[in-house]
Nanobody, 124 residues
Framework: QVQLVESGGGLVQAGGSLRLSCAASGLAFSNYVMGWFRQAPGKEREFVEAISRTGELSYYADSVKGRFTISRDNTKNRVYLDMNSLKPEDTAVYYC?????????????????WGRGTQVTVSS
């Protein structure tokens, strides 16, 4: 079955950086659009970034523009989220998601496969 496992979360000071990684198994990875979402306590899950199957196209939320970058390595079945200039409001559980499609959606309901998440905490 499809399995997505996130790693790389942790506690970091404001202005710092983290790299999240998502290892995928049980799927033909290059046929899947990959996305990163996050959910803060008491808030709905929100879109962060998504990347096309080949990695040529990526989409991001306005809140992370210029600070976060999504990438993927289809030879390793991994997708990454490089997060720079972190802010306290970036604190959340970050989830990796997968969808078998050409189109790159940004709505969480359009992704059928999810990891369990990794906690990112940014202190002020």
């Amino acid at each position: 079955q499809v399995q997505l496992v996130e790693s790389g979360g942790g506690l970091v000071q404001a202005g710092g950086s983290l790299r999240l990684s998502c290892a995928a198994s049980g799927l033909a990875f290059s046929n899947y659009v990959m996305g990163w979402f996050r959910q803060a306590p008491g808030k709905e899950r929100e879109f962060v970034e998504a990347i096309s199957r080949t990695g040529e196209l990526s989409y991001y939320a306005d809140s992370v523009k210029g600070r976060f970058t999504i990438s993927r390595d289809n030879t390793k079945n991994r997708v990454y989220l490089d997060m720079n200039s972190l802010k306290p409001e970036d604190t959340a559980v970050y989830y990796c998601a997968a969808r078998p499609s050409v189109r790159v959606p940004i709505g969480p309901n359009e992704y059928p496969y999810w990891g369990r998440g990794t906690q990112v905490t940014v202190s002020s």
